[in-house]
């Protein structure tokens, strides 16, 4: 399983404050000799105060320590009331703070920021909070941190029914939605890993930007709100793995790790996927030639070395395999590195090429006609960790210069980086083609920016295209490459 590392998380290993003062109240509450402090009861004039330097903040019934300043101390103890820490800001605790379990909503609307752990242990919990670097969230109460809104959060745990439902996070390494509709409406950004484990735990759930969604069942995240780049796993029984999918194909569309699209319509040698870690002894890189035809460009072949094997698959199944031209692939058994190779020739215009890794892990090649697209498949994080390409970096998707150290977005000069340099890279496939590094990649006719006009449009109209393409996992692409190349079939085959 991949391991996010944020920065957030190690700052906050760094000790968050040192209770260096004394213990102050500009209010009310009783300061104990060991510099905790007593704010017990609505009477206990610690409403609204400033509180500094202690060590334990003890906010215990109804209002007691409402709309008051509370920072650097070692812990905060909201309990036994109605809005104990209604309202109330605090900020830089060494240690916890712990709203509940006995009384309702103690920590109402709290604003909480720089704090190890919060515990949101009842009923009400926690509703409504404000959350700013905070590294553990246990809501476990029902209905605990509901609508709140969490900023940089090291582990959220969810744990209550609708515990965090409706609330917003940004940021958060690792989200576990464990209880009944628990992240229900929930809206989810940069959460690289989130776990939805119970009865519709991530109904409704929004990600536009987390990266991957752990399902344990179909139940659980039924209506994801599907808005950018993002992954869902529905895995009943398997949890925390997050395998993820990526692939090239058609009038050449990428998809990056992350689960988002981009075109690119130059001609030249790219590297897909260059994964040096792949597996002991055997790196894998895999490279794609893309070529022009009138306005559009489409891989025609596609070529794959495991270690020292090579597979190359062109258009209309022709393929080689470690050179060799046309290896029977039905009667013998072939193998990539330490990987067997499943050929199968689906019909008159369609070949795959499965390179099975174990466990429904496997890299496609398939050729339908003269287009050849690549797709990964439940890439485990281990063996692509670090990997790198147009298909991006693995653990984040972001498409990447070759030094690994800017982000390119621009998919022209992305190629750029990634067109394949002979010297360095090795020729992987049989034979050279124009254009080859240094010279560099070549542009289709017109520029993809100008409104195209289609020879396929004149066969194909758009509403056909529509229909054929229902099934799509990104219909954009499938509608555009059904009309380009004026093949409805195309739809079902390649997308
Ligand atoms: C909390 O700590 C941060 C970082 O040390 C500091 O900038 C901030 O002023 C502190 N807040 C309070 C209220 O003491
Ligand atoms: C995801 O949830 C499962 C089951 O609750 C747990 O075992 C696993 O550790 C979680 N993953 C993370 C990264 O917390």
């Known amino acids: ?59 215990v019934g109804s209002t007691a320590c409402q709309n008051s300043i509370i920072s650097n101390v070692e812990s905060v103890i909201c309990r036994d009331g109605a809005t104990a820490c209604g309202n109330a800001k605090i900020s830089n605790v060494s ?38 670097n905070v590294q553990v969230l246990d809501c476990l109460g029902q209905n605990s941190c509901k609508r709140a809104t969490i900023h940089n959060a090291g582990v959220l745990n969810c744990v209550g029914t609708t515990s965090c439902h409706q609330s917003t996070v940004n940021n958060a390494a690792v989200m576990n939605c464990a209880g009944q509709t628990a992240c229900h409406s929930t809206f989810g950004s940069l959460a690289p890993e989130i776990n939805c484990s119970a009865q519709h735990a991530c109904h409704y759930f929004a990600l536009p930007q987390a990266s991957c969604l752990n399902c344990q069942s179909s139940d659980s995240c039924s209506f994801v709100a599907i808005d950018g780049p993002f992954q869902v796993s ?32 130059g001609a030249c040698d790219l590297i897909l996927l260059d994964a040096p870690q792949f597996e002991d002894g055997f790196p894998l890189l895999v490279v794609i030639r893309t070529t022009t035809r009138y306005d559009y460009s489409y891989v025609e072949s596609a070529a794959i070395k495991i270690g020292d094997d090579i597979l190359e698959v062109a258009s209309f199944g022709e393929h080689f395999l470690n050179g060799v031209d046309g290896v029977d692939m039905v009667h013998e058994d072939m193998f990539l590195g330490p990987f067997p190779v499943h050929y199968k020739q689906v019909d008159i215009r369609t070949h795959t090429f499965d390179i099975s890794l174990g466990g429904g892990e496997k890299i496609t090649l398939k050729s339908y006609k003269d287009l050849v697209s690549v797709k990964l498949d439940k890439a485990d994080a281990q063996r692509f ?64 920016t100008t409104k195209r006009r289609r020879l396929g449009e004149l066969i194909v109209s758009e509403d056909d295209a529509r229909n054929a393409c229902a099934g799509a996992n990104n219909m954009d692409g499938c509608v555009h490459d059904v009309m380009a190349t004026g093949d409805l079939e195309l739809a079902s085959v390649v997308w």
């Open 385 to 448: 960790l670090g990997s790198q390409g147009m298909l991006g970096d693995f653990k984040t998707g972001q498409t990447m210069s070759r030094d690994g150290i800017s982000i390119v977005t621009d998919p022209d000069l992305l190629a750029t980086e990634w067109q394949v340099h002979p010297e360095d890279d090795g020729m992987v496939f049989q034979t050279a083609r124009a254009p080859q590094y240094p010279q560099s990649c070549q542009l289709p006719r017109q520029s993809k």
């Open 1 to 59: 399983m991949a391991k996010y590392t944020f920065p957030l998380l190690l700052s906050l290993l760094v000790r968050l404050s040192v209770v260096s003062a004394a213990c102050t109240s500009s209010g009310g509450g009783v300061i104990n000799p060991d510099d905790s402090i007593d704010c017990i009861g609505p009477g206990s004039g610690c409403q609204g105060a400033t509180i500094s330097g202690c060590t334990v903040v003890r906010c």
């Open 95 to 132: 240690g916890e703070v712990t709203c509940g379990p006995v009384g309702n909503v103690n920590c109402f609307r709290l604003e909480l920021t720089n704090a190890p752990k919060i515990s949101c242990l009842g009923s009400g919990q926690c509703f409504d909070m404000r959350a700013n």
């Open 234 to 265: 529905i895995a009943a029984g398997s949890h925390g793995t997050c395998p993820k999918t990526s692939t090239v194909q058609g009038d050449p569309h990428f998809q990056t790790w992350n689960g988002k699209w981009y075109d690119y319509m």
